[in-house]
């Protein structure tokens, strides 16, 4: 059978790519160190989750990772870093729920698509968030439902602190106060240690904050827990009742997660050994412990099952950001 012109050029095409995979499987990641970007400041959770995963990673890959926060812009700085990196397999970015779901309606306008412009390469681990008071500032609030009681007693007194406008403790706190029927006053910090440190000079009085960077307050007695926002009990907290439960909000739950994102265009070989290299470390039963006392859950899936549950929660969050009347410019 005769070949045309066309048929010709698209076979030597073909050829010329085919090594190039091997190629990359088999130099990469030996040019240089691997960036890992956060959004957050040091000490937020996705920068102590990312410390965690850079030391195994690293071993596996045989590469050193740097992780490299650039905060700001409730994670949208560093996503937008990211997003116009060189495509290379050196630059990758630990984004959340909030950065990856939750911003793609909070924010008017971005400068990047959290669909379009990156590559998903590997979901991490559930994050819950866990209701909180400082006990020497209330005292008599032992409870979910002494909480309730004292917020329908003397509506707009008490207010809630989250590390940002749109941030998932914000939304959390939202949905609370709504499937509540209470009213509590919202008052945004700009990130985790300002939150954190308004918490404990009694600025701020309950907060929704994420597990991670409160363990160590919380066995301290720093902070009293209430009810996390987990459907069920987490292993770290065995103590402390879903809000469906210690709230008798049947059905309510508001968790987020943390995962791994490339470039668009960044080569599936890299994609595919930096899917599997991670899945590998979340199901180590070390690295699980670690997780699990931290109070989260690791999510070991593939890349197209991380890509559904992005959608999805793209399509939850829409929801719930209207409904608490969000919006940054």
């Given at each position: 059978m ?21 190629a ?28 965690l ?83 020497k ?33 914000h ?53 009293r ?14 103590e402390v ?89």
């Amino acid at each position: 059978m005769a070949l045309t012109r066309r048929s010709v050029f698209a076979a030597a095409m073909l050829a010329a790519s085919a090594p190039l995979s091997g190629a990359v499987a088999q130099e990469w990641p030996k040019e240089r160190p691997i960036q890992i970007i956060g959004g957050f400041p040091t000490g937020a959770g996705t920068d102590i989750f990312a410390r965690l995963l850079a030391e195994p990673l690293g071993r596996a890959l045989g590469q050193t990772i740097v992780v490299d926060n650039r905060s700001g812009a409730g994670g949208n700085i560093g996503s937008e870093f990211v997003a116009r990196a060189k495509p290379d397999g050196y630059t990758f970015l630990i984004g959340t729920a909030g950065t990856h779901a939750i911003n793609a309606t909070l924010y008017k306008q971005l400068n990047f698509d959290v669909v379009r412009d990156f590559e998903p390469v590997a979901l991490l681990v559930d994050v819950p968030n866990v209701l909180i008071v400082n006990p020497k500032v209330l005292p008599d609030i032992k409870s979910c439902a002494d909480l309730l009681a004292a917020a329908k007693k003397e509506p707009g007194k008490l207010n809630y602190a989250s590390t940002g406008n749109g941030a998932s403790g914000h939304l959390a706190g939202a949905q609370f106060a709504q499937a509540a029927g209470i009213e509590i006053v919202h008052v945004p910090y700009r990130g985790t240690p300002p939150a954190m440190n308004a918490m404990m000079s009694g600025e701020a009085q309950l907060m929704f904050q994420q597990s991670i960077p409160i363990m160590g307050q919380l066995k301290a007695g720093t902070f009293r827990p209430l009810a996390i926002t987990t459907a069920q009990r987490v292993a770290a907290l065995p103590e402390v009742p879903p809000v469906a439960e210690a709230c008798n909000l049947p059905g309510w739950e508001s968790t987020t997660w943390y995962a791994l994102f490339a470039p668009k265009g960044t080569p599936e070989p890299v994609l595919r050994r930096m899917n599997e290299e991670a899945n590998k470390i979340l199901r180590d039963p070390e690295f699980e412990r670690k997780t699990k006392d931290m109070g989260l859950v690791p999510l070991p899936s593939s890349r197209d099952e991380f890509r559904q549950v992005q959608a999805r929660d793209i399509d939850k969050w829409r929801d719930r950001v209207r409904k608490s009347g969000a919006q940054v410019d």
